[in-house]
């Protein structure tokens, strides 16, 4: 679930010459991470704005979607949800970790390498 909320976000926030996506999701019309934040946040003028938008390949409607996203400030609370995130795995590695079972320094090395991956 994490790594694929956070290819939702680089797809959309991520620097396109580095993750060599712009938008797509969007005018693809995925179901995205993104995309269920925002139906959840928006006001009504912001989710008729989603709603007429989303899912269409033009450049404008990518644009006014991604707007929205903005002004929601999704930037801000995937940043909360990657945070909340590590740390319940984290907790799970520390829980887990014993005689037997694979070295928790182990998992905490996968999980340090998809934290915050840019592409």
């Given at each position: 679930m994490a790594c694929l909320t956070l290819d939702?976000?680089?797809?959309?926030?991520g620097d396109p010459a580095v993750t060599g996506k712009v938008s797509s999701d969007i005018a693809e019309g995925k179901c995205s991470w993104l995309a269920a934040e925002a139906i959840q946040r928006a006001s009504a003028s912001q989710l008729r704005i989603l709603e007429e938008n989303y899912g269409l390949p033009d450049a404008t409607a990518v644009a006014a979607v991604k707007e929205v996203f903005v002004e929601l400030?999704?930037?801000?609370?995937?940043?909360?949800?990657?945070?909340?995130?590590?740390?319940?795995i984290l907790d799970l590695i520390a829980r887990s970790s014993s005689p037997g079972n694979l070295p928790g320094d182990f998992f905490r090395s996968v999980l340090d390498l998809l934290h915050r991956r840019s592409k």
């Open positions: 939702d976000f680089l797809d959309v926030f400030d999704l930037s801000a609370v995937y940043a909360d949800f990657e945070t909340t995130i590590r740390t319940e």
